[in-house]
């Protein structure tokens, strides 16, 4: 048993999670990876323990797209002890092509994750983070948050959902320990699949990309700075900027040009 504080991550296996988890061990932190039960996990939990050997760190392999997923992360901490302080809602799944190219349980099982599952661990580990003296919430949303995008509807609406959660729920908490931090990030090369695209999207894709080491750094410390919604990179925040000036048509129109390619 244990009565460690720990920072908990979705999504640690792979890309923004895995750097999270090893930003914040190399912070000092204690670490609850979480992500599926693939070997992926295990090793990254291990390369933790020995690179941190005085730290605890410890991992769960679940299905995050399970509607009971959650509950049963909440219960396996409560049933060994782990209080969280940090609550890091990264697991996600994107796409890109048409609407009509994927079946109905894809985008069910996209929505589940990307959606249900944040808003399910959010209100089950609030009460546990508003028992601390600080807590936080790092909700994982994206650029794609501020655009409707063609070829990439459902992801796109999914991150506006997490978007919009993030700053509702944030002004429900602004006299409360707790702060929500909802992360933007452009392009971020965690696959191989994702690099294609980012080749195919050119030159802009290129200048907002950035690596999830860079992402995870930039984030913490600007939640430990209070910042509510966080956008790694100069270019990205640059592209905001201008998107707000194209009009609404024009820029629907850039978007379909541009993701269109991914679904050839």
């Given at each position: 048993m244990s009565s460690l504080v720990y920072t908990l991550v979705t999504g640690a296996s792979n890309g923004i999670g895995k750097a999270f988890a090893e930003e914040c061990a190399a912070r000092g932190q204690n670490i609850l990876l979480v992500a599926l039960p693939e070997p992926k996990l295990e090793e990254v939990a291990n390369h933790l323990k020995e690179k941190y050997p005085q730290q605890a760190f410890h991992h769960l392999g679940i299905n995050l797209m399970e509607k009971d997923?959650?509950?049963?992360?909440?219960?396996?901490?409560?049933?060994?002890?782990?209080?969280?302080?940090?609550?890091?809602?990264?697991?996600?799944?994107?796409?890109?092509?048409?609407?009509?190219?994927?079946?109905?349980?894809?985008?069910?099982?996209?929505?589940?994750?990307?959606?249900?599952?944040?808003?399910?661990?959010?209100?089950?580990?609030?009460?546990?983070?508003?028992?601390?003296?600080?807590?936080?919430i790092i909700n994982v949303a994206s650029m794609a948050a501020f655009y409707d995008i063609p070829f990439k509807g459902i992801y796109s609406a999914s991150k506006k959902f997490v978007y919009s959660f993030s700053r509702s729920l944030n002004k429900e908490l602004e006299s409360t320990s707790v702060n929500i931090t909802v992360l933007c990030p452009a392009s971020v090369p965690t696959n191989p699949d994702v690099m294609l695209r980012e080749k195919e999207l050119?030159?802009?894709?290129?200048?907002?990309?950035?690596?999830?080491?860079?992402?995870?750094?930039?984030?913490?410390?600007?939640?430990?700075?209070?910042?509510?919604?966080?956008?790694?990179?100069?270019?990205?925040?640059?592209?905001?900027?201008?998107?707000?000036?194209?009009?609404?048509?024009?820029?629907l129109n850039i978007l379909a040009k541009q993701f269109i390619k991914n679904s050839k």
């Open positions: 997923a959650p509950q049963q992360i909440l219960d396996w901490c409560q049933n060994h002890d782990f209080t969280v302080d940090i609550l890091i809602n990264n697991a996600g799944l994107g796409n890109s092509g048409p609407f009509t190219s994927l079946p109905t349980e894809f985008y069910q099982g996209q929505m589940q994750l990307n959606m249900l599952s944040l808003v399910g661990l959010t209100h089950l580990f609030l009460p546990m983070l508003l028992a601390k003296p600080k807590g936080y050119g030159l802009m894709a290129r200048l907002t990309s950035q690596t999830p080491e860079q992402v995870a750094q930039y984030t913490l410390d600007k939640m430990y700075q209070g910042k509510q919604v966080v956008i790694p990179g100069f270019f990205p925040r640059l592209y905001k900027r201008i998107g707000t000036i194209v009009p609404y048509r024009a820029r």
